[in-house]
């Protein structure tokens, strides 16, 4: 069994950064791939970024290109995300996921999940 725990979300004004943490525990990761997804008060969960376990190849949804970099400590079994030029749009629960094959941006094909954490962003 694998526990993902998300940590680093709260208030910021638009333009700010904020940095997200999802500690991985239960379980060695030497493949497939973690993920970052968000989904905002009647909308659908929606891929953000991710990233594969072992060559650290990272992938982004256009909307956080350029904004957001994902990247993994593998000694810490830690996925991070870094949020600048915060818009309100970004407003969100973000989740972490993993997935022990292919790297994906549809979250039906994630593994595993973390309980979320709130990120809003004030105009």
């Known amino acids: 069994q694998v526990l993902l725990v998300e940590s680093g979300g709260g208030l910021v004004q638009a333009g700010g950064s904020l940095r997200l943490s999802c500690a991985a525990s239960g379980r060695t990761f030497s493949s497939g791939a973690m993920g970052w997804f968000r989904q905002a008060p009647g909308r659908q969960r929606e891929f953000v970024a991710a990233i594969t376990w072992s060559g650290g190849s990272t992938y982004y949804a256009d909307s956080v290109k350029g904004r957001f970099t994902i990247s993994r400590d593998k000694v810490k079994n830690t996925v991070y995300l870094q949020m600048n030029s915060l818009k309100p749009d970004d407003t969100a629960v973000y989740y972490c996921?993993?997935?022990?094959?292919?790297?994906?941006?549809?979250?039906?094909?994630?593994?595993?999940w973390g309980q979320g954490t709130q990120v809003t962003v004030s105009s």
């Open positions: 996921a993993a997935v022990k094959l292919a790297w994906s941006t549809i979250p039906s094909e994630y593994d595993y």
